[in-house]
């Protein structure tokens, strides 16, 4: 039977749907400064190499000792079961999460004083502090994704991140000193379409011989896209729930006899 709740939920369905039909591509924000907000989706066309779809980081980076030893073994450990941090529900974590992310979509929501990306795959966020003083050292600590600051320099928006932990499994792998530097800036390519551009550089003295540039691009979501939640943990609790009733199906019955259990 259909009940309030039902109804009520087709309705707020109905609207989140309008509001994607209505989504505008991304234009220019009211405090002057290019406005990235909208969905942004892999550019297919540009940086295609074979079997590394927009991967744009060298396959051979000029990795030092220290990081090729490091690489290595992180390799060497994995390698019986190819296990990765995606089978794990986590997310690779900076620089690899702007780089590749599995070819899901991002969507960014810009504010004045924050730009925020949310990555589809893992729903993996990062919070971008714009022109804002900067947290403490104190009250920081190494994540994934790093501590990231940003300021406009006219229609570029430079964003420097710090405070990231040392990452082997990941692709542009790093050590806890890598420092990246990234510029963001809006175009249009030959064929029109509108692309959001980042060239990033990751500083590592510890991992890599020389700064490492890289440019990543993508294209404007098509009117109406929209993300999709990515439930990773989802099947990990319904395994989990199969396995608390598995246990609790063969748990004994009051004054069974030795070996009955519950049916």
């Not at 990765?84 to 620089?95: Q, R, V």
């Not at 899901?104 to 993996?124: G, K, N, V």
Request: glycine content about 8%.
């Amino acid at each position: 039977m259909k009940t309030k709740y039902h109804a009520l939920r087709g309705v707020l369905s109905g609207l989140a749907l309008a509001l994607c039909v209505t989504h505008l591509p991304p234009a220019q924000a009211a405090d002057s400064h290019p406005d990235f907000t909208g969905i942004w989706t892999w550019d297919t066309e540009i940086n295609k190499g074979a079997g590394r779809l927009n991967m744009v980081w060298p396959a051979e980076p000029p990795l030092t000792k220290e990081g090729k030893d490091k690489v290595a073994a992180f390799k060497a450990l994995v390698a019986p079961t190819g296990e990765s941090t995606s089978g794990f529900c986590l997310g690779s974590g900076m620089p690899s999460s702007t780089l590749q992310s599995g070819g899901y979509p991002m969507e960014i929501i810009q504010r004045p004083e924050q730009l925020t990306i949310i990555h589809e795959a893992h729903t993996e966020v990062r919070r971008i502090f714009i022109d804002q003083p900067r947290v403490a050292e104190s009250d920081l600590f190494p994540t994934r994704n790093g501590y990231s600051t940003g300021h406009w320099e006219g229609d570029t928006l430079v964003v420097e991140t710090s405070d990231l932990q040392e990452s082997v499994d990941q692709t542009a792998a790093h050590s806890d000193v890598a420092h990246i530097v990234e510029r963001f800036h809006l175009a249009p390519d030959a064929k029109g379409r509108k692309f959001l551009a980042d060239e990033l550089t990751l500083t590592d003295p510890r991992f890599y011989t020389e700064p490492v540039t890289v440019t990543k691009t993508w294209v404007a979501g098509k009117q109406g896209s929209r993300m999709l939640d990515y439930d990773c943990n989802e099947p990990l609790w319904e395994d989990h729930l199969e396995q608390l009733a598995k246990r609790a199906a063969g748990k004994k019955l009051p004054g069974a006899p030795k070996g009955a259990s519950q049916k």
